[in-house]
């Protein structure tokens, strides 16, 4: 069934929008939206999985391990199993949309 990455997008979003758009086994793709959200203080990721991060639209600022990352419109990167990271900050003035690859 043909979709559209940019639909079903609420102009309202008080909490991150995860939408998985395909997944088996061992693949998960998913679809972030954010407006201006961040990981809670003091909370990091640590996932048994390999995940890869394209930024479709808007910026967001990351710390993977001790590394601060900015990512733009286009930016991409894999964050390895285990790899403690977090979200800093996203747009308040566009929704950042990523797509996130889980393997």
Known sequence: MKRNLFEEIPADLPEELFTVLAENENVKIERI????????????????????VLLVSGFAVLTVGDERVELNTGDHLLIPA????????????????????FY
């Open 82 to 101: 285990h790899q403690r990271h977090r979200v800093e900050s996203t747009s308040t003035t566009e929704k950042t949309i990523w797509i996130a690859v």
């Open 33 to 52: 939206v954010s407006a201006g959200h961040a990981s809670p203080s003091g909370f990091w990721y640590d996932q048994d999985q390999n995940e890869w």
